[in-house]
């Protein structure tokens, strides 16, 4: 079977539980490093998958960190290949844009754990097990636009665009599902002047409270991580 690419933007910004959930299933993976000067391949058509993790850039910083460019290019090629892709936050935006949809300022930030509404659609329903509310961790002060021909599947009562799917196979979302205990850590102690700045924000939750709660959601977190991913890998060629 063919690797699926993973593409990873920033040093602290790690594959987690999706490395994790790959090698449970034996599937193969390749992580492209950007911070380490790696590059995306020139094409997607020798990977069974393509995933984006996230990022503190913006999409729209594409001379700065080129990769960006790039990166959307392999996703039309995927589209075109009929090759899964799957987003998260950064990665999210970078398949929206690539799509001809906007990535603007967020109304309300977004950092800790959000409350992720379901949407009330057939592919909402699959790709979240069923579940009609869920919490996923968020850390953003961006959001998407739902391109044409896509179908939106969850949103959040202060971001009303939290993930899209098209043709059944290709997801965009803008929470971390993928998030486990030391990554999540790491940004709530290491960025917690950030998140004081903006504690004010019905969105933002304190270090602390973030800290302190990571032994109870990130277990229901990868619990829910794993139905999605389930349900991506499903696309994939060779795993049927």
Not at 33 to 56: K, T, W
Request: aromatic share 8%; charged share 20%; with cysteine.
């Amino acid at each position: 079977m063919k690797p699926v690419l993973i593409i990873q933007q920033v040093q602290h910004d790690t594959p987690d539980y999706f490395a994790d959930f790959l090698s449970g299933q034996q599937i193969p993976f390749e992580i492209r490093q950007m911070h380490r000067g790696q590059v995306p391949p020139g094409s997607i058509a020798g990977y069974s998958g393509y995933c984006m993790l996230g990022g503190p850039m913006s999409v729209h910083d594409e001379e700065k960190f080129p990769f960006l460019r790039q990166e959307k290019k392999l996703l039309l090629e995927a589209l075109v290949l009929g090759i899964p892709t799957i987003g998260h936050c950064l990665g999210g935006q970078l398949i929206s844009s690539a799509l001809g949809g906007t990535v603007s300022a967020a109304p309300t930030q977004e950092i800790g754990w959000c409350q992720i509404n379901v949407a009330d659609n057939e592919d909402a329903r699959a790709w979240f097990g069923g579940h009609s509310s869920v919490e996923l961790f968020e850390w953003h002060n961006e959001t998407f636009s739902i391109p044409a021909n896509a179908t939106l599947i969850a949103s959040s009562p202060h971001c009303p665009n939290q993930a899209f799917t098209v043709d059944g196979k290709h997801l965009a979302m803008q929470f971390h599902c993928e998030v486990k205990q030391d990554k999540v850590r790491y940004w709530a102690i290491r960025e917690k002047a950030d998140i004081d700045a903006q504690i004010n924000s019905p969105g933002v939750q304190s270090s602390e409270y973030i800290v302190s709660s990571l032994p109870q959601r990130i277990p229901r977190s990868n619990a829910l991580a794993h139905l999605i991913y389930s349900r991506w890998i499903r696309g994939l060629s060779g795993t049927d």
